[in-house]
């Protein structure tokens, strides 16, 4: 099964379904694109830089952060409980939290990005300091305890499979003896790798061993193809697992990717076999965007976003950066004694002079997965298909989209009201997906996103509202096989970014980014 024939067949029989079952939108529907200014991003194309004004006012500061992301504000956060308060924070956009920021439709907030955070294992334990430090964490008779007011809610995930609901993401109703059987295989197969080899998060953090060498080798699909499992009930599983959080699919990713994502935390569940509970899963409205506000609350004035940076250069004494105001239109030059670069790889080694050779090299090695985000608002309960009740996380079976999160299931009010439905789609396996990201209207979207969630919810395209897109370029990093190895400091340079872990998550951006700024605050 080809993530592109998955995309194609998706989408043509979605549409289809949509005109025959007569689901097409019977009101007006508002929205647009939002959260992300495209522009801006396309202001350090070497075409623009020459329209920039020369730096018209020098300012000073100790350590300097370019970024905004997750990692930016993990160094922030870092330097702040050192005792340093000379630094300053340099974002992009008018909102600071990378791929982690979140909006509001028609009053209701809901994410732009990443909406949920796995309760962080022993590895991760500077993420298990901020959930501390933000009440989310703490010791009860001795045991480590989470708040439940953020945990996600129970139901937590459902399947839109053989025309009906049911709980869980792994298709089981009505499936063949012989695909359980490869759904224990593979399950046995995650146990060996944990038992050979450690699979952690933060990834930095895994010592390496000869398994991790080997699957990093080779694709996912050539190692499935290798252990003859084909099924394909358990291959649309992966590849939703793989897209989900890597933006591309098994053809795509390395082996070890596909296994890291059950290894590293609680196996593969597969029917009839005993298994590990899972971990819970910390989960906003917002999704993600909460824990970026909490980080970005404290930093009042030293944030500073609508920047452009265009140049990080070392000097004899320091390191000097300019950075575009896009509020002023004109060029800030800052003057500092170390710089934090917590900027995606290739924009790192655009605007670094003199960028070193680890960075040059890392910059043509990672690989981009473009994302598309929509929110949906619904004036109104949607009817359901039979089966599992509405939960947060809804997927439908074989469609090109990865489903949607339901932005009230947090919610404890007592009746059933408008709603923002929280879609994702991830274009990392289409050879031309930036660029069909970047040129689709609207409108294209809008009639997609219809289309495929009118299968489970005809009434849905009457109900909706307004739908918002967000649309990145350059989401995450895709995990292909050969991981690009942890940055080194280079001089008055520290690099900490979730593309040095070859893949984008709160727990490795943020590790990367604590981790930095510790580094300069010794």
Same mark, same amino acid.
């Given at each position: 099964?080809?993530?592109?024939?998955?995309?194609?067949?998706?989408?043509?029989?979605?549409?289809?379904?949509? /005109?025959?079952?007569?689901?097409?939108?019977?009101?007006?529907?508002?929205?647009?694109?939002?959260?992300?200014?495209?522009?801006?991003?396309?202001?350090?194309?070497?075409?623009?830089?020459?329209?920039?004004?020369?730096? %018209?006012?020098?300012?000073?500061?100790?350590?300097?952060?370019?970024?905004?992301?997750?990692?930016? /504000?993990?160094?922030?956060?870092?330097?702040?409980?050192?005792?340093?308060?000379?630094?300053?924070?340099?974002?992009?956009?008018?909102?600071?939290?990378?791929?982690?920021?979140?909006?509001?439709?028609?009053?209701?907030?809901?994410?732009?990005?990443?909406?949920?955070?796995?309760?962080?294992?022993?590895?991760?334990?500077?993420?298990?300091?901020?959930?501390?430090?933000?009440?989310?964490?703490?010791?009860?008779?001795?045991?480590?305890?989470?708040?439940?007011?953020?945990?996600?809610?129970?139901?937590?995930?459902?399947?839109?499979?053989?025309?009906?609901?049911?709980?869980?993401?792994?298709?089981?109703?009505?499936?063949?003896?012989?695909?359980?059987?490869?759904?224990?295989?593979?399950?046995?197969?995650?146990?060996?790798?944990?038992?050979?080899?450690?699979?952690?998060?933060?990834?930095?953090?895994?010592?390496?061993?000869?398994?991790?060498?080997?699957?990093?080798?080779?694709?996912?699909?050539?190692?499935?193809?290798?252990?003859?499992?084909?099924? @394909?009930?358990?291959?649309?599983? /992966?590849?939703?697992?793989?897209?989900?959080?890597?933006?591309?699919?098994?053809?795509?990713?390395?082996?070890?990717?596909?296994?890291?994502?059950?290894? %590293?935390?609680?196996?593969?569940?597969?029917?009839?076999?005993?298994?590990?509970?899972?971990?819970?899963?910390?989960?906003?409205?917002?999704?993600?965007?909460?824990?970026?506000?909490?980080?970005?609350?404290?930093?009042?004035?030293?944030?500073?976003?609508?920047?452009?940076?265009?140049?990080?250069?070392?000097?004899?004494?320091?390191?000097?950066?300019?950075?575009?105001?896009?509020?002023?239109?004109?060029?800030?030059?800052?003057?500092?004694?170390?710089?934090?670069?917590?900027?995606?790889?290739?924009?790192?080694?655009?605007?670094?002079?003199?960028?070193?050779?680890?960075?040059?090299?890392?910059?043509?090695?990672?690989?981009?997965?473009?994302?598309?985000?929509?929110?949906?608002?619904?004036?109104?309960?949607?009817?359901?298909?039979?089966?599992?009740?509405?939960?947060?996380?809804?997927?439908?079976?074989?469609?090109?989209?990865?489903?949607?999160?339901?932005?009230?299931?947090?919610?404890?009010?007592?009746?059933?009201? @408008?709603?923002?439905?929280?879609?994702?789609?991830?274009?990392?396996?289409?050879?031309?997906?930036?660029?069909?990201?970047?040129?689709?209207?609207?409108?294209?979207?809008?009639?997609?996103?219809?289309?495929?969630?009118?299968?489970?919810?005809?009434?849905?395209?009457?109900?909706?509202?307004?739908?918002?897109?967000?649309?990145?370029?350059?989401?995450?990093?895709?995990?292909?096989?050969?991981?690009?190895?942890? @940055?080194?400091?280079?001089?008055?340079?520290?690099?900490?970014? %979730?593309?040095?872990?070859?893949?984008?998550?709160?727990?490795?951006?943020?590790?990367?980014?604590?981790?930095?700024?510790? %580094?300069?605050?010794?």
């Amino acid at each position: 099964m080809r993530r592109r024939d998955v995309l194609g067949a998706g989408v043509a029989a979605g549409m289809g379904a949509a /005109l025959l079952s007569g689901c097409a939108p019977r009101r007006e529907i508002a929205g647009g694109f939002n959260g992300i200014s495209v522009e801006r991003g396309h202001l350090l194309r070497s075409e623009t830089r020459t329209e920039r004004p020369a730096p %018209s006012s020098t300012q000073r500061t100790r350590i300097l952060i370019a970024g905004g992301g997750i990692a930016g /504000l993990a160094a922030a956060r870092a330097l702040r409980l050192r005792g340093i308060d000379d630094y300053r924070l340099l974002e992009l956009e008018d909102q600071a939290g990378g791929n982690s920021r979140s909006g509001a439709v028609n009053g209701i907030a809901c994410p732009l990005g990443a909406h949920y955070l796995p309760v962080p294992g022993n590895d991760a334990h500077e993420v298990q300091d901020l959930l501390e430090e933000l009440g989310l964490r703490k010791r009860v008779a001795g045991r480590w305890t989470y708040d439940e007011r953020h945990l996600c809610h129970s139901p937590q995930e459902r399947l839109f499979f053989n025309g009906q609901w049911q709980e869980g993401l792994l298709p089981v109703q009505e499936v063949s003896p012989a695909t359980i059987a490869q759904y224990q295989r593979f399950a046995k197969r995650v146990e060996e790798a944990q038992r050979s080899a450690r699979f952690v998060i933060p990834a930095s953090r895994q010592q390496a061993a000869p398994l991790h060498q080997t699957l990093d080798a080779l694709t996912f699909d050539a190692w499935l193809t290798q252990q003859g499992m084909d099924d @394909p009930h358990l291959r649309w599983y /992966l590849d939703y697992c793989c897209r989900d959080d890597y933006g591309a699919g098994p053809a795509t990713v390395s082996a070890w990717a596909g296994i890291h994502y059950f290894a %590293s935390r609680h196996g593969f569940w597969a029917p009839g076999l005993e298994t590990t509970e899972r971990e819970g899963v910390l989960t906003w409205p917002q999704g993600n965007g909460w824990l970026a506000q909490q980080l970005a609350a404290p930093l009042g004035e030293r944030l500073l976003a609508g920047r452009v940076v265009s140049r990080i250069s070392q000097t004899r004494h320091g390191v000097e950066v300019d950075a575009y105001n896009v509020q002023t239109r004109t060029t800030e030059r800052w003057q500092a004694d170390h710089c934090i670069v917590a900027l995606p790889v290739f924009i790192a080694a655009r605007v670094v002079q003199d960028a070193p050779g680890f960075l040059r090299e890392a910059a043509t090695r990672v690989r981009y997965a473009p994302w598309a985000v929509a929110n949906i608002h619904i004036r109104e309960p949607l009817h359901d298909r039979p089966g599992a009740p509405p939960s947060w996380d809804n997927v439908i079976y074989g469609a090109a989209g990865l489903g949607y999160v339901n932005a009230m299931h947090q919610s404890l009010r007592p009746d059933a009201g @408008p709603t923002v439905l929280t879609c994702y789609r991830a274009l990392g396996d289409l050879p031309d997906g930036r660029r069909q990201l970047l040129e689709q209207p609207w409108a294209y979207w809008r009639d997609t996103l219809l289309a495929e969630l009118s299968a489970p919810h005809p009434d849905l395209p009457d109900k909706a509202t307004r739908i918002d897109v967000t649309r990145y370029g350059h989401a995450m990093a895709i995990p292909v096989p050969g991981r690009v190895k942890p @940055p080194p400091v280079a001089g008055r340079l520290s690099f900490a970014h %979730s593309d040095w872990a070859g893949y984008s998550i709160f727990e490795e951006a943020f590790t990367f980014g604590h981790l930095a700024a510790a %580094s300069l605050a010794r």
